[in-house]
């Protein structure tokens, strides 16, 4: 088993993907006073997109990253690349009526063609894998997943949805768990640390200068941003914050109305190909439906990776895989004797509703954000740095306009007390899991 280190270390987590990455540039640490159209702050999906589609704009670009590139969740998350963004979107009609909400879902489905194309024009070895699967709790479930099909269809969606009954699942998924599924052809999975990396070095070759090891002390706002890190600062017309669940005490105003919640990842050792082909015969990730959800796919070397455990306390696991392997045993059995090799978690985002923040500061028309994707960043943070760069090119987003257009809640309790309050609320969602309640 890999080395434990502490989960918010300056280094990569002891991950999986730090271990499998592909040879990459490393970045200057920021030194002297620089000038550029916009800075952003984060080198994770959000910030190095936004960079790239700004300098496909012609735009000048400096990005600063406290730590490494793919350093926070851009570069743990569990690879699943899964169509969506937000959560029961038919709550925002109030705010953007009948046809936003609908722009929203299409926006969740154009979000994986984002990355597709991505990948496909930088040339990107990242393992990207199509195939996907919703797995069934109860038959509830199913039922939800047969409506979910339906409304895709009606959205015009272009890939395979293909409904698995409970006794074909077994050519899901080697186990027992689940009550049936929904297999999605155009969702997928991926090496998330390497698609960051491969996305900094297109960033790169577009003239955009990045820079690690660059936190940012101070911000002073204005008609032209002045960003100041420990060595140097930078001047720009425009900033974009992106630092999601890692944006601390930048700027309380967005930190309020996010809430880090950790989430946590094993890996096994390398399984044989009959062994790995028993757990997922057609190498699909996988997601369950419950509210402290499993999500588990195969890597491109046979391991399984298998995530999930949301934590909302602001406590850490003390030994990951001693918290996480009981939770793969019960879908998994089989796995009894095999060994996990890599341990680690990290951050995500939340806001309130559930629905990505994206939009510009009120007090600040220069000051741009993205942040809060709920544990589906993957997808969602491409498009954040699609709409970004349409609004700060000074093109029209009706895109980016909707999603300003909702309001966020600041969490209650002020940064001491959010977390814990809201562990108590997810208590009661978990104990209606348990019961089998909606």
């Known amino acids: 088993m890999s080395a434990r280190q502490p989960v918010h270390s300056p280094l990569h987590a002891a991950s999986y993907y730090a271990a499998s990455a592909n040879q990459h540039a490393s970045y200057p640490t920021l030194g002297g006073e620089l000038r550029a159209d916009v800075c952003i702050i984060g080198g994770g999906f959000s910030g190095l997109n936004t960079a790239i589609e700004l300098a496909e704009r012609g735009l000048s670009v400096i990005l600063l990253e406290a730590h490494l590139i793919g350093w926070g969740a851009s570069g743990r998350n569990g690879g699943q690349l899964i169509r969506g963004v937000g959560h029961g979107l038919e709550q925002f009609e109030g705010v953007v009526g009948r046809d936003g909400v609908r722009e929203f879902k299409l926006m969740g489905l154009e979000a994986v063609e984002i990355v597709r194309r991505r990948v496909a024009k930088y040339q990107i070895d990242c393992d990207l894998t199509w195939g996907y699967c919703d797995l069934a709790n109860k038959p509830s479930d199913y039922q939800d ?97 992106a630092c999601n669940a890692y944006l601390n005490d930048l700027n309380p105003q967005l930190g309020g109305k996010v809430l880090p919640a950790g989430s946590y990842v094993i890996a096994t050792e390398p399984l044989s190909a009959e062994l790995a082909a028993s757990l997922i015969p057609q190498n699909m990730a996988l997601c369950d439906q419950r509210v402290t959800v499993d999500y588990y796919r195969l890597s491109a070397d046979r391991r399984l990776l298998f995530g999930g455990a949301c934590h909302y306390s602001g406590r850490d696991p003390a030994d990951i895989a001693a918290y996480m392997r009981p939770k793969m045993l019960k879908v998994f059995p089989q796995l009894a004797n095999v060994k996990i090799d890599y341990q680690w978690g990290g951050m995500i985002g939340i806001g309130a509703n559930r629905l990505p923040q994206i939009g510009r500061l ?50 209650p309790g002020g940064k001491l007390l959010r977390s814990p309050l809201l562990a108590l609320g997810m208590l009661w969602y978990r104990a209606k899991d348990a019961v089998g309640l909606h």
């Open 362 to 411: 009120k007090n600040q028309p220069n000051v741009f954000y993205a942040q809060a994707y709920a544990g589906h960043g993957v997808n969602a943070t491409h498009l954040a740095g699609q709409l970004l760069g349409a609004a700060i090119s000074g093109q029209q987003s009706r895109g980016f306009d909707l999603f300003a257009q909702v309001p966020h809640m600041t969490f």
């Open 145 to 241: 997943f047969v409506e979910d099909a339906a409304e895709l269809r009606s959205l015009g969606y272009q890939h395979e949805l293909r409904m698995v009954a409970a006794e074909d699942m077994a050519s899901v998924v080697g186990s027992e768990q689940y009550v049936g599924g929904m297999i999605d052809m155009g969702s997928g999975h991926l090496h998330p640390l390497n698609l960051a990396l491969g996305e900094a070095a297109a960033a790169a070759s577009l003239g955009v200068q990045l820079f690690e090891h660059s936190a940012v002390t101070r911000i002073d706002y204005g008609p032209e941003v002045c960003v100041h890190t420990a060595q140097g600062k930078v001047r720009a017309s425009s900033l974009v914050l």
